[in-house]
């Protein structure tokens, strides 16, 4: 029988979009309220009313095209049909000569111990030309879980104490984060840093996230040494899902005196103020020294993201 590779037509059609299921189907009524998605970015491969495999993509509202592909699934026996379905929507959503949006896949931790319900999926988009390009630690702080205070650990009481302040504005926030790119372990940074300069780098991620959360700026928070020097800093926010530790970084000078412990801990502190249910953040799996801060201030690892990109 023929294969029809489709969008829904509309919100009345979701329920065969979500037929196949993954855990941010509860999401997705609200993201399409919110324009985080559109019907024509929800795919489905339909065969005489059966949903063979779907896909789905997801943006920032007020964004032009999909930033996203988050969903990708296919029944048993269909891995053929997910990639046609695929590539018939990245015909129509993304320009020719233009690179499709990463796809991002919520694992558990150990999923190479039991990758049967991951691996197909991964092999699927490969033969479409996509690559494993990280793997990601998302990390969760539940309430009840202690605040450690955070001083450095090689320097004196009084000195190694960190005083916090708010940003002086735009300018200091991008000066900073300019400074912080240097160095980084961020695989996405890194990546950036091959095609453009560190002060790039931080103006995308400023203009293209961290200004668009309607959390108020005066939770972000400047780390600095007694005398005003700045060290580091952390963007606590809360985006459309949740709290979240949007950003944070040491400066390289400062780099191996244990201060991202207690910038993470004011971070942690400033949102668990607000009597939130828990506090997300996410960090290379790569980047061992803040996997390490994250664990060491109460954050479980409690789920793994694999990002995969085009060739």
Do not use: C, K
Not at 92 to 111: K, Q
Not at 120 to 141: Q, S, T, Y
């Amino acid at each position: 029988m023929h294969v029809t590779f489709r969008p829904i037509t509309g919100p009345a059609e979701l329920p065969l979009f979500l037929r196949l299921t993954y855990e941010l189907d509860g999401e997705v009524p609200g993201d399409l309220e919110r324009g985080n998605r559109r019907p024509g970015w929800l795919w489905i491969a339909e065969r005489d009313g059966e949903v063979l495999a779907r896909a789905g993509w997801w943006a920032r509202p007020g964004a032009t095209a999909p930033q996203l592909m988050d969903f990708f699934d296919f029944a048993d026996g269909h891995a053929a049909s997910g990639e046609a379905l695929v590539r018939a929507a990245l015909d129509r959503l993304v320009p020719a000569g233009s690179a499709p949006p990463e796809y991002i896949r919520f694992v558990p931790p150990g999923w190479r111990q039991d990758d049967a319900a991951v691996r197909p999926r991964l092999a699927a988009l490969e033969h479409l030309g996509a690559r494993l390009f990280v793997e990601r630690l998302r990390l969760e702080w539940r309430p009840g879980t202690p605040i450690a205070p955070g001083e450095g650990p090689d320097e004196g009481p009084e000195e190694g104490r960190l005083r916090f302040r708010g940003f002086a504005g735009t300018d200091e926030a991008l000066d900073l984060m300019t400074r912080a790119v240097a160095g980084t372990l961020d695989a996405h940074s890194r990546a950036g840093l091959e095609r453009m300069s560190p002060r790039a780098v931080a103006e995308e991620h400023f203009h293209g996230e961290l200004e668009r959360y309607s959390s108020p700026r005066d939770w972000w928070r400047v780390a600095t040494r007694p005398g005003g020097e700045p060290v580091g800093f952390v963007f606590p926010a809360r985006n459309d899902y949740g709290p979240i530790i949007a950003y944070i970084a040491v400066l390289p000078e400062h780099r191996g005196h244990g201060y991202v412990d207690a910038i993470l801990a004011e971070g942690t502190r400033v949102l668990a103020a607000h009597d939130v249910p828990r506090i997300r953040a996410s960090t290379d799996a790569g980047n061992v020294p803040m996997a390490r801060a994250f664990a060491r201030a109460g954050y479980v690892n409690y789920q793994n993201q694999l990002d995969m990109t085009w060739q």
